[in-house]
């Protein structure tokens, strides 16, 4: 079903292009739908019909990247999801474009785009830029969406990107709550990133990991076992485990000491 409905938004685009070739066909589409809807459509196409739809697409991936810093929040939404989309459905195609994406997405995480307008980039107004937008329940989500996709560039094109640098901004972002839908994909693209990259830091996982397991909402049956077992195998070292788990607050801690018996 979802394919079929990739493939008939598809043969929408392809009609544009056909008709009034590729230069003119993106703004005539984003005319005819409108951003949120043509953001969608391009999510959509990436999403269900795969690296096939690259050549019929990239033209408009810098429009949609453009429009993570859209005014409205189901626009920039849209746009952060898809760039996380374009990653794992292009793979080392969506190269080119990853630079742009990553400033966009870093710049909404961030607020550098409100900073930029004279707010002071001391750490603390920034910290008070971060608690605003995550008390908005609307904007809340876009975040989460461009998070989660900082972790799908990490997973699916680290040639791409200054890996060691994001995958650590990435951690410090995790865990997502407000978007329970993506945290679940979210979180699991996490462990897909500690399976191939056991150098991650381990201080750094065993807090997200302890707010994994404080809400059950955030993970899917298999990712949250996945979690258990990646503790479990941690087990071997009491005293460094112990010695890691100290350095964390004390929720992250009470869950943890819970999970191993300590």
């Known amino acids: ?12 685009i392809a009609g544009l292009v056909k008709k009034k070739g590729a230069k003119t ?25 795969g690296e096939e ?12 990247t453009k429009y993570i810093q859209a005014d409205e929040n189901d626009v920039a939404q849209a746009a952060s999801f898809g760039i996380g989309v374009y990653a794992q459905a292009f793979k080392a195609k969506y190269a ?39 008390s908005c329940t609307d ?26 640098k994001l995958v650590d901004e990435f951690l410090k972002l995790l865990p997502i709550t407000k978007d329970p839908e993506e945290a ?14 056991p150098e991650l830091d381990r201080v750094q996982l065993l807090r997200i990991f302890a707010g994994l397991l404080r809400d059950e909402q955030l993970t899917h049956e298999a990712t949250r076992k996945a979690v258990e077992n990646k503790l479990n195998e941690w087990k071997g070292n009491t ?18 000491n819970k999970h191993f018996g300590f």
């Open 1 to 12: 079903g979802l394919r079929m409905a990739g493939t008939m938004c598809g043969d929408e």
């Open 25 to 49: 066909a993106v703004p005539a589409f984003k005319d005819k739908f409108g951003p949120w809807f043509m953001c969608c459509m391009v999510d959509a196409i990436a999403e269900n019909i």
């Open 53 to 64: 739809s690259f050549g019929l697409l990239e033209k408009f991936l810098p429009i949609v």
């Open 96 to 134: 080119p474009f990853v630079k742009d994406a990553l400033k966009g997405l870093k710049e909404l995480i961030h607020g550098e785009k409100s900073q930029d307008e004279g707010m002071s980039t001391s750490s603390w107004l920034h910290a008070i830029w971060l608690a605003f937008l995550f």
């Open 139 to 164: 904007f809340a989500p876009v975040i989460d969406n461009a998070i989660s996709s900082l972790g799908k560039l990490c997973l699916y094109i680290p040639d791409a990107v200054e890996f060691g």
């Open 184 to 197: 679940t994909v979210c979180h699991g693209v996490l462990l897909e990133l500690v399976a191939k990259h």
């Open 239 to 256: 005293d460094s485990l112990k010695a890691d788990i100290a350095k964390l607050e004390q929720l992250a801690q009470e869950a943890l």
